[in-house]
Every structure is written in structure tokens, then in C-alpha cells.
């Protein structure tokens, strides 16, 4: 059973630019790319995304934002996108949230690491590690001591949760080009 540990910050447009600049020094660039994410009015975190290589479908186990969760994905072609979408809408599932990101993709130090700008909602470091169960503690003080390092503060649960409800009412609003 594979579990993500992860963590997330919020940071502002300058801190971004200047962690872009430590990566690209200090990590090795994995790749960029731009996804399209659709989070579905389910009991369950399920959620489809497009991004530049394939498309996926997963469910993510527990609550949302915690730091250590479950995760079951597949992939699929990226021209079957709509065809999934069209899938879940049929057996009553519908978007409740659109997400419209960059990100940019680093290993460093053993750990992935994201830089995230995210349309109507922001910018945002994540430090995750995928391993089993036994492992869970163990990295996410580790993930932990990267922040430390790197100056950043953890953005609680709570804050998130708070972003999160906001972008939820708001995203079509947020996103509009």
C-alpha cells in the first residue's frame, strides 16, 4: 500500500521567484507542465486531471489536507479526457471545483518537490514523499526540516481548508480569463 506524505504552503509571488532560482541551482528539474484538475461533488476525494503528458483519475483517502493519505491512481490517454468526464457525469458525478495550474517539478534532497501557481487561488510550495506505511512518521519530519530550511512557514490545515471553501464558491469567478 503506497501513502503520500506531503506538505503544503501557501507563499507569496516573491518567495516563488526566489525558491524557482534555489531549485534551479540546487535540485534537479524533473519538468513543468500545465494541468487541468476537476474535483467531483463526491463523499469521496475523487478527482480526473489533463496535464501535458497523460490523464489520470484517483482517489485520495482521509481528509483533504492532511499530511498523510492513501492514494489510488490510473492513467490514460490524454485524448480521453472529456470521454472520462463525460463517464463520471453519467454515473452521477459531477465537478464541484476546477483547477487551472502550473507547476514546476523538482527531486531534491531525495523528496519531489512542486512550485504550483494555481489560477484564482495562488502560489504554492509541496514536499511530498510517497513510501509505505512504516515510513509515514519518519519522512513527514523530514518534509518538515526541509521547511525549516528553506525559511517557510507550514500554512495550517485550517488556512487551507479556508482558501479552499473560498475557491470552491468562487472558482468559475476566479478563473475566468
Not at 57 to 64: I, R, S, T
Not at 99 to 116: A, I, M, N, T
Not at 132 to 161: A, G, H
Request: aromatic share 14%; hydrophobic share 30%; net charge negative.
Amino acid at each position: 500500500m503506497v501513502f503520500e506524505v506531503e506538505i503544503r504552503s501557501f507563499i507569496s509571488k516573491e518567495k516563488y521567484e526566489e525558491l524557482l532560482e534555489f531549485l534551479n541551482k540546487n535540485a534537479e528539474f524533473l519538468k513543468e507542465s500545465d494541468q487541468e484538475s476537476h474535483y467531483f461533488d463526491s463523499d469521496k476525494d475523487l478527482r480526473i486531471q489533463r496535464n501535458d503528458e497523460y490523464c489520470k483519475v484517483w482517489l485520495k483517502k482521509g481528509l483533504m489536507h492532511e499530511t498523510k493519505r492513501q492514494e489510488i491512481e490510473l492513467r490514460f490517454d490524454k485524448k480521453d479526457f472529456e470521454k472520462a468526464e463525460e463517464l463520471f457525469g453519467e454515473i452521477g458525478f459531477r465537478p464541484k471545483v476546477k483547477w487551472f495550474r502550473k507547476r514546476r517539478e523538482y527531486s531534491w534532497l531525495g523528496f519531489d518537490v512542486c512550485l504550483d501557481y494555481t489560477k484564482g487561488y495562488g502560489y504554492i510550495l509541496e514536499i511530498e514523499k510517497l513510501c509505505e506505511e512504516k515510513e509515514k512518521n519518519q519522512y513527514l519530519e523530514e518534509i518538515k526540516s526541509r521547511f525549516k530550511r528553506l525559511n517557510i512557514p507550514i500554512t495550517s490545515k485550517e488556512d487551507f481548508d479556508k482558501k479552499l471553501r473560498d475557491y470552491e464558491n468562487n472558482w468559475e469567478k476566479l478563473t475566468k480569463v
